[in-house]
């Protein structure tokens, strides 16, 4: 009888064991450090630069960069935006949402989906505070899969957000 009453005893711890293993594995780390090779690019108009990686286009706006994938990934075009934001516009673009080191400061961002009548998809969006200049940045990807794929966000997207700078 003792047998009967141990063996309940270590499902539950080694359940407990794999239940927390498995929440420190999902939990652990954050988005990846690496950066983006490529040429760098300077914004004529804004104290910005970003990296432009081979079979990427970079198209200039009147407060950052866009870029887009020259060759088609999960039925479509990814694309990479940052600008540089009003002090006055923050309240608008507030998330609520995880932190993280980037490469250019301190970034508060979350992952969301997206749909239209053209598809659907993921995307990053982030804050970043850097050094008192605020970025705000979206990247997003076609990708109809139910649950997102976060090996294209944590090798391309993350990457082109760490390599952005912020110039004076």
Request: proline content about 8%; hydrophobic content about 40%.
């Amino acid at each position: 009888m003792p047998a009967a009453t141990t063996a309940p005893r270590l499902t539950r711890r080694s359940a407990m064991v794999l239940a927390l293993g498995l929440l420190l594995l999902g939990c652990g780390g954050g988005p990846p450090a690496a950066a983006a090779r490529g040429q760098r690019v300077q914004h004529p108009d804004v104290p910005l630069s970003v990296v432009r990686p081979d079979g990427w286009q970079v198209q200039r706006s009147r407060a950052g960069f866009s870029l887009i994938r020259v060759t088609p990934y999960g039925g479509g075009y990814p694309t990479f935006t940052v600008r540089v934001v009003d002090a006055g516009d923050l309240p608008s673009l507030r998330i609520d949402g995880r932190t993280f080191d980037a490469g250019p400061g301190r970034a508060e961002y979350k992952y969301e989906k997206w749909s239209n009548s053209r598809g659907r998809g993921y995307r990053l969006d982030a804050l970043v505070n850097a050094e008192g200049t605020w970025l705000h940045v979206d990247a997003s990807v076609w990708d109809p899969a139910m649950r997102m794929d976060r090996e294209f966000f944590n090798e391309v997207f993350w990457p082109l957000l760490n390599a952005v700078r912020v110039t004076q």
